[in-house]
């Protein structure tokens, strides 16, 4: 079943009519040479950005039509950077809460670190203190707060070494089988799609050029992707 569609979407000199969908609870890498408008793509899902012309649809309704907190709410965003502020790991966690003057209670905290398999005593632990291994499972457990049902990921192993890459992947495939996620997961990585992927979208110069399972992308006859794949091995 698809969970989210695009319809021709074009911004700015990113994007370019885009169209194509995700299958719910499956994982979906974005993947593509530098600049090719993957992240674009991603942040048009929750409403970070929006088209310039078509639409996005999220189970079958314009996002332009839905409340953009309860978007995100449903999409749930983590990036690059894990960026973070000065404070506790709790601190962190509770700031999407903050921002609408609610508040995280220390069960919830700690049944949100023991998903990302992090003890309770890491809440009140300063995030300076973590390693960049800890900050990303404090990132992934952030967007859990709001109890999403799509998960999207911008480069979230990109600064990490091999081994804890390998442990961030295990986790996310652990979640998303564990809560029925839709995971789209923006990466640089052709041996991570590899790994994590049911679904790949293969983008370039803001163009999607292919869609679908896997095992697709090695059996395309488009130019550039062959060429792009020759490189990559």
Known sequence: ME??????VSHQEILRNISGFFRENKITTFIGPSG????????HI?????????SVFYRGEDIKNIDITGLRKRAGMAFQSAP???????????????????KLSQERAANLLSMVELSEDFLYRKINTLSGGEKSRISLARTFVS??????????TSSLDYTLVRE??????????????TVIWVTHDLAQAERVSDDIWFLN????LL??????????????????LKGER
């Open 3 to 8: 969970i989210i569609q695009f319809e021709n």
């Open 36 to 43: 090719a408008g993957k992240t674009t793509c991603l942040k």
């Open 46 to 54: 929750n409403g970070l950005l929006s088209p310039d012309s078509g």
């Open 84 to 102: 973070m502020f000065a404070g506790t790991v709790y601190d962190n966690l509770n700031l999407p809460l903050q921002i609408f003057n609610d």
């Open 147 to 156: 109890r999403p049902e799509v998960l999207l990921l911008d480069e979230i």
């Open 168 to 181: 961030i992947e295990r986790l996310v495939m652990k979640l998303q089988q564990e809560h029925g996620l």
């Open 205 to 208: 110069s803001g163009e999607l």
């Open 211 to 228: 869609q679908g399972p896997i095992e697709s992308l090695y059996n395309s006859n488009n130019t550039f992707i062959q060429q792009f």
